[in-house]
C-alpha cells in the first residue's frame, strides 16, 4: 500500500511568512510524528498525535510552531513568522502502534530567505 | 529522558569489509528498537526493527542485536558494498527519541 507522503516536496519562502506543511500517514495508523533535521544534523523531535490522545508537543522549539491532526489522518505543520534559522527537512512518520515499527514520509525541505 | 548515542560519528571502510555500528540507550525499558538508513537528502528507510522481548533480527547482509540489560544495539553489515554507503540511525520505539547517526563510507 501507499507509504507516507508529504507535501510540498519543497518550499522557499520569505521571512516572516507563514507555511503550512501537510503529511498523510499511512492508512490506519494511528501514530504521527513530526520532526526537524537541519542540514548534517540529527533528528530532532518536534510533537507526536495517537489516537485521540492530547498530542504530545514537548519538542515544539516555540510558540510560532503548531500541529494538528484532523480526523486521526492528515497532519498539518504550522509555522509562522517563519526565521532562517527554521530552514531545515521536516520529516513525518506514522506507526500502526509505538511498539511496531515507524515508517517515514520523504520529508519537505523547507527553505527561509 | 531517553539518551541515545551511536559511535562512530563517521565510518569509512574499504569494501567488502565487515563493520559493526553501535548504538546505546540510557533507559532499559523500551518497547522495540528500530534501525534505520538515510541517503543524502532523502527520507529515512526502515532497515530492521527489533522486539523487546527479541535479541537479534536479520535481514540479508545485516543483522541487528538487542541487549536490553547494557543499553546497547548494534548493527552488523557484511561484506559492505559501495551502495552502502549512508547515514545510520537507530531510534528507540519507547519515545522515539533517536541517534545522532553514522554516517558510513565504503569505498570501492
Known amino acids: 500500500g501507499a507509504g507516507v507522503s508529504q507535501s510540498p516536496s519543497n518550499k522557499v519562502t520569505e521571512k516572516g511568512k507563514d507555511v503550512e506543511l501537510r503529511c498523510d500517514p499511512i492508512s490506519g495508523h494511528t501514530a504521527l510524528y513530526w520532526y526537524r533535521q537541519s542540514l548534517g544534523q540529527g533528528l530532532e523531535f518536534l510533537i507526536y498525535f495517537q489516537g485521540n490522545s492530547a498530542p504530545d508537543k514537548s519538542g515544539l522549539p516555540s510558540d510560532r510552531f503548531s500541529a494538528e491532526r484532523t480526523g486521526g489522518s492528515v497532519s498539518t505543520l504550522t509555522i509562522q513568522?517563519?526565521?532562517?534559522?527554521?530552514?531545515?527537512?521536516?520529516?513525518?512518520?506514522?506507526?500502526?502502534?509505538?511498539?511496531?515499527?515507524?515508517?517515514?514520509?520523504?520529508?519537505?525541505?523547507?527553505?527561509?530567505? | 529522558k531517553q539518551e541515545v548515542t551511536q559511535i562512530p560519528a563517521a565510518l569509512s571502510v574499504p569494501e567488502g569489509e565487515n563493520l559493526v555500528l553501535n548504538c546505546s540507550f540510557t533507559d532499559s525499558a523500551i518497547y522495540n528498537l528500530q534501525w534505520f538508513r538515510q541517503d543524502p537528502g532523502k527520507g529515512l528507510t526502515s532497515l530492521l526493527l527489533i522486539q523487546s522481548s527479541q535479541r537479534e533480527q536479520t535481514s540479508g547482509r545485516l543483522n541487528a542485536s538487542l541487549d536490553k540489560s547494557s543499553g546497547r544495539s548494534t548493527l552488523y553489515i557484511a561484506a559492505s558494498q559501495p551502495g552502502d554507503s549512508a547515514t545510520y540511525l537507530c531510534a528507540v520505539l519507547s519515545d522515539m527519541r533517536f541517534g545522532a547517526g553514522t554516517r558510513l563510507t565504503v569505498k570501492p
Not at chain 1, 534559522?85 to 506507526?95: F, G, R
Open chain 1, 81 to 113: 513568522r517563519t526565521q532562517q534559522e527554521d530552514s531545515a527537512v521536516y520529516l513525518c512518520a506514522s506507526s500502526l502502534d509505538p511498539s511496531g515499527g515507524v515508517y517515514f514520509g520523504p520529508g519537505t525541505r523547507l527553505t527561509v530567505l
